[in-house]
């Protein structure tokens, strides 16, 4: 059954490819990449009962003998990784078909949509699959690439503004991740993880620790933890919203796992607790600190993602088996609800015309439904029992009870103020878009531009809310017009990833002892290493 | 056959023993230049220095390398003249790498000079928008710190203050 291992890469690839050739038919492109990422959905399926069932896969890709070749390595992290990024990125595919639809727009160029999305999706399961540090750079390439694309879909001045930051900070990790890999291989003589592990601990220390703070760094400014993550807030909002749902859910995760996998396998002697539990503390609370500023909905999202990824950190920096499950159980979780966040954001943005908290008010009696959702997600990204960011919450609170240090219990603490920061900033964001009625919108818009001074009013381009926007809002009050069907498979789509979400939180007892067997394999390094390399290849 | 490989990967990845020094020197001339372009406005110059840099790690990779020796081809040179081909394989990965992301960043570069007329990456309008609050507000004519009034210019002044801290 290891042949299934590279297909969550080929298949996507082959899909890339079909959709290319099938460019003058949107209806065959969309057919073949719902069909090919639903392929993907099942085969990750299949990889998580095998692995659970007889251990990690894996495959030498070329019949090469056994430490020569690249290999495909799937334990349990992996397998589980790739199932909740393919459904996600399924059902993300599924919300953009629904807006290229609805919007019936020639200018985007949707035809090359299709192929740099699968290309995405392949990086992605390549990147979790890797079992060598060059196949993973490889990875993260094909993932970056297809994002620099979509980052920039359609070469509007705002998308181009915001993607070139994006670029040039990703072209600078992965020069760093270059570096890292030619110190690597001079010093241990492999690429190999399985091999390194076994290596890295017959070099000095101070050798081993330059290599693991580069690997650190790389794997930081990709998951964007804190002094390494100005650049998200700044780049995520502007793209497409299916873009920047995929982009908050599983690029950052991708980092957040390579620094899993460093940690467990290759550095596994050396936790660096302070620097990754300080760090951890500083994503959370300057991240949601940053979160509770913003006036826009999509900036708002970016900064909590940011500062989520500090509870992951948290997990990994505590180097215990409870702290990495909690870790691995936190990341299925975000990726689920930071995508579903998005995609909201995305819709209100459809249906409201802004994303903006100045211009929003009073959707709730409009359209119920994208409330309903929306109080369901910030609920669960904000951690109120009995949802999955509560139980993730808790599991890694409680890992960080037991180790018992000052510094664990400060992040405890720093944890759960963040979480009560995130349950503030999403239920202000809510009240306003949703709650208030449009009469107190305009009336509290109105108070916020009499506060000003009349000559700073002369230069209307520096606030949000003009005179005209005031005009147009009160004509629709009046009107009542405003009302907009959402478009169906927008909607279901985005309900879909808000349920996967919720089904998490059923699931979770089966979930957490997976993440708990995960964590337990890792931290015995000799389950991937046996698996991997057979005695006489060591 | 395979074994024979295997041993000599592993005895020319233990060859780097002494490193060659010009070669570390080049490679760090160029990266400390790619890195000093990469801190320029404009793109294209950016683009420079990422091609600077990431040949800089090629030659870093023929550091690491080992010392330099014949084709490693079974049956044209003998395993321990062979000179290590992995890191060659990366280098050519890294190369072809490379060449797209001048490709892609050329691209973005000129669409951007198509959209300014410059090629300038240009700052984050939210950031662009507290700068300008912040101007305003050291230019100021109503301002006066001595004065003791509530008027409403103080007022805007002090919501300036509090977006700058958004801001950070």
């Given amino acids: 059954m290891t042949n299934l291992l590279p297909l969550p890469v080929l298949l996507p690839l082959v899909g890339a490819a079909l959709t290319l050739a099938l460019r003058h038919s949107p209806r065959l492109q969309r057919l073949v990449s719902i069909t090919l990422l639903s392929g993907v959905v099942a085969i990750a399926a299949v990889l998580v009962y095998q692995t659970d069932q007889h251990g990690p896969q894996v495959l030498w890709i070329g019949g090469w003998a056994e430490p020569l070749g690249i290999s495909l390595v799937c334990d349990r992290l992996s397998a589980l990784m790739l199932l909740i990024s393919s459904l996600v990125t399924l059902l993300v595919l599924v919300f953009s078909i629904g807006q290229g639809v609805a919007d019936n727009d020639r200018d ?53 503004r915001a993607g070139t930051t994006y670029i040039v900070v990703n072209l600078l990790s992965s020069l760093l991740f270059l570096i890292a890999l030619a110190a690597i291989y001079g010093a241990a003589g492999t690429v190999n993880l399985a091999q390194l ?35 998200l807030p700044d780049s995520y909002p502007t793209a497409p919203a299916p873009v920047t749902a995929v982009f ?25 607790h302070g620097l990754l539990l300080w760090a951890a503390l500083l994503t959370m609370v300057i991240g949601i600190l940053g979160a509770v500023a913003q006036s826009d909905i999509k900036r708002m999202l970016s900064f909590t993602l940011v500062s989520h990824i500090g509870y992951m950190i948290f997990g990994i920096g505590l180097a215990t088996p ?31 015309g802004s994303t903006s908290l100045s211009r929003l008010g009073g959707l709730a009696p409009v359209s119920p439904r994208l409330a309903i959702l929306f109080f369901i997600c910030f609920m669960n ?78 230069e209307r381009d520096e606030y949000d809310l003009e005179l005209s926007d005031l005009k147009r ?21 985005a309900a879909a990833v808000t349920a996967l979400s919720l ?27 046996d698996a991997v390399l057979s005695p006489e290849a060591r | 056959m395979t074994r024979s490989t295997t041993l000599a990967v592993s005895e020319t990845a233990n060859n780097t023993a002494a490193p060659n020094l010009v070669l570390i020197l080049v490679c760090g001339v160029l990266v400390a230049a790619g890195i000093y372009l990469i801190l320029e406005r404009s ?50 990965t890294a190369i072809v790498i490379t060449l797209a992301t001048v490709g892609f960043v050329l691209a973005l570069a000129y669409r951007q000079w198509q959209l300014s007329n410059s090629d300038d990456v240009q700052d984050d309008i939210e950031d662009a928008k507290i700068q300008r609050l912040a101007e305003r507000d050291r230019t100021s004519q109503t301002y006066d710190a001595d004065a003791e009034s509530t008027t409403r210019s103080d007022e805007a002044a002090t919501e300036d203050e509090d977006e700058l801290e958004e801001g950070a």
């Fill in chain 1, 473 to 493: 809002a009160a004509d629709a009050v009046d009107g009542q017009d405003s009302r907009i069907a959402l478009p169906r498979t927008m909607f279901a789509a």
């Fill in chain 1, 248 to 272: 908050a859910g599983l690029l950052t995760k991708v980092g957040v796992y390579a620094i899993i996998r460093m940690q467990t396998l290759l550095f596994s002697d050396s936790p660096l």
């Fill in chain 1, 108 to 160: 985007t160029p949707l035809t090359i949509y299709y192929p740099t999305y699968l290309v995405l999706c392949a990086g992605i399961g390549n990147a979790f699959l890797a079992g060598d540090l060059f196949n993973l750079f490889v990875g993260f390439e094909v993932l970056l690439f297809a994002s620099y694309v979509l980052i920039t879909l359609g070469g509007t001045a705002t998308r181009i």
């Fill in chain 1, 381 to 458: 990204l904000a951690g109120i029992p009995p949802l999955s960011g509560f139980l993730g919450k808790v599991g890694l609170m409680q890992a960080g009870i037991d180790v018992g240090t000052p510094l664990a219990i400060t992040l405890v603490v720093g944890g759960i103020v963040t979480s009560l920061l995130t349950l503030y900033a999403l239920a202000k964001a809510w009240s306003q878009a949703f709650w208030r009625t449009p009469h107190e919108a305009l009336v509290s818009a109105v108070a916020d531009a009499r506060d000003v001074d009349l000559r700073h009013l002369a």
């Fill in chain 2, 43 to 92: 793109l294209s110059r950016v683009l420079l220095g990422v091609v600077l840099a990431s040949n800089g790690i090629s030659v870093l990779f023929l550091v690491v390398s080992g010392r330099a020796g014949g084709a490693p081809i079974i049956g044209v040179t003998s395993t321990d003249k062979m000179s290590d081909p992995l890191p060659q394989a990366m280098v050519l």
């Fill in chain 1, 503 to 529: 089904l998490i939180s059923v699931v979770a007892g089966p979930l957490y002892s997976y993440a708990e067997r995960s964590a337990r394999d890792m931290s015995h390094t000799s389950v991937y290493v």
């Fill in chain 1, 322 to 352: 409870a702290g990495f499950a909690g870790a691995i159980f936190y990341v299925v979780h975000h990726i689920t609800i930071q995508t579903a966040l998005f995609l909201i954001a995305g819709l209100i943005e459809r249906f409201a």
């Fill in chain 1, 197 to 231: 592990s076994q290596r890295l601990g017959d070099l000095g220390h101070g050798v081993t620790l330059v290599l693991q703070l580069l690997l650190l760094m790389v794997f930081a400014i990709k998951a964007a933890v804190f002094p390494l993550s100005a650049w």
